[in-house]
């Protein structure tokens, strides 16, 4: 039987529609256990430690999640290279935030991939005032490196939407050590 151009779709497509998306769906539940898979399943969980740390502040619980030779490039300010400078940095920026009454939310549509011993992770971020207005919001990558059987942020950038929270020179200080 034939049927008019722009009737329902026959039977067979629809069952071939269905055929295709089960052995997706196979595909997909099988590629769950890749190597893949767990790498980016343990970059998710290390991510979700530092979003935890992020929000909290804390400093201390954050510069061990990033590689010995790891570089943050923030917006307006000069990278940080090595634990010690990114130690530096942090304390300086969460001041900054702390004193402003900013409170940073973070890890909004996240996205990760791997291949190799190399990863990434996405998102977007806001940053709420005291009133819980948003003030900012913007974009982050991170580059992850597995070592030692361990992933570690190698990279981390973010940049604004809007205007820089803070002014270029507000991260001067003696406090962050030079690259």
């Not at 893949?36 to 510069?63: S, T």
């Not at 604004?160 to 200080?173: D, E, G, H, K, R």
Request: with cysteine; aromatic share 8%.
């Amino acid at each position: 039987m034939n049927e008019p151009t722009g009737s329902a779709p026959s039977l067979a497509i629809v069952l071939a529609i269905l055929m295709a998306l089960t052995c997706h769906a196979t595909l997909a539940s099988a590629a769950d256990d890749s190597p893949a898979a767990a790498d980016e399943a343990a970059i998710r969980k290390a991510g979700d430690r530092w979003n935890d740390a992020f929000k909290a502040l804390n400093v201390d619980a954050l510069v061990p999640l990033y590689a010995a030779d790891a570089v943050v490039m923030p917006e307006t300010a000069h990278s940080a290279k090595g634990h010690t400078a990114i130690r530096g940095f942090l304390k300086v920026y969460f001041a900054l935030l702390s004193d402003s009454g900013f409170t940073p939310v973070v890890g909004k549509a996240v996205d990760i991939g791997v291949a190799g011993n190399l990863g990434f992770r996405s998102g977007t971020y806001e940053v709420a005032d005291k009133s819980g207005t948003i003030v900012d919001s913007g974009k982050w990558l991170e580059i992850w490196r597995k070592t030692d059987g361990k992933w570690y942020i190698s990279r981390d950038i973010w940049n604004s939407n809007v205007l820089p929270l803070f002014p270029p020179n507000a991260y001067t200080t003696g406090s962050i050590p030079a690259e």
